[in-house]
């Protein structure tokens, strides 16, 4: 549930940010959706492009400070898989995420489960255990999936709709009325 109240918020800042952009740029969006164009006029397409990949730059930005923060302010642990959790989605496809255990320095024995699924862990196999002192229950498989995987593909797509937005804001740049007018 955590999870869809996420994209909901990701969903509203990108439609925020693209009405910021669109009224920083000259474009009334309410103007511009409300009579239904054939065609989506490319100034619109370029401000939600712009906006999409800053806004996808800036959650994986987040989430790669976010992840050096844990693995600085983290202590290892020695851990072992108790359990794989099997889970269903809606499409019916099943993911397994590990559950393991492993004990702090000070001997209390914490149980968590994996965030990241199909790591291709069995029942009984050791695994290094990051976790913050502070707060044991904040726990990851030390995986170079578990720290880097979103924010990699978060900072990849946002690089990649903005190499997309450069490409079609040059096809459907504006271009002068006449070749006098250049100089």
Known sequence: M?????FVVIALTI???????????????WKKLSHRPEKMDPKIFKTWLLT??????ALGASF?????YFIAASKTAEGAIIGIEKKV???GAEYSYPVY????????????VS???????????HA?????????????????????????????SGVFILMFFLVYSWMYREKPANKESLG
């Open 128 to 156: 290094s255990i990051r976790y913050l002192p502070n707060n044991p229950e904040r726990s990851r498989i030390d995986a170079f999936t578990s720290h880097w995987i979103n924010p990699m593909l978060l900072m990849a």
């Open 2 to 6: 955590e999870e869809a109240g996420f």
């Open 64 to 68: 790669a400070a976010y992840s050096t």
């Open 52 to 57: 999409l990949g800053i806004v996808m730059l």
């Open 101 to 112: 255990a492993f004990e702090v320095e000070d001997g209390e024995e914490y149980k968590a």
């Open 115 to 125: 965030s990241d699924a199909n790591l291709h862990y069995e029942i009984g196999d």
């Open 89 to 91: 989605d809606d499409e």
């Open 15 to 29: 439609f925020v940010m693209g009405f910021i952009l669109g009224a920083i740029v000259g474009v009334d969006f």
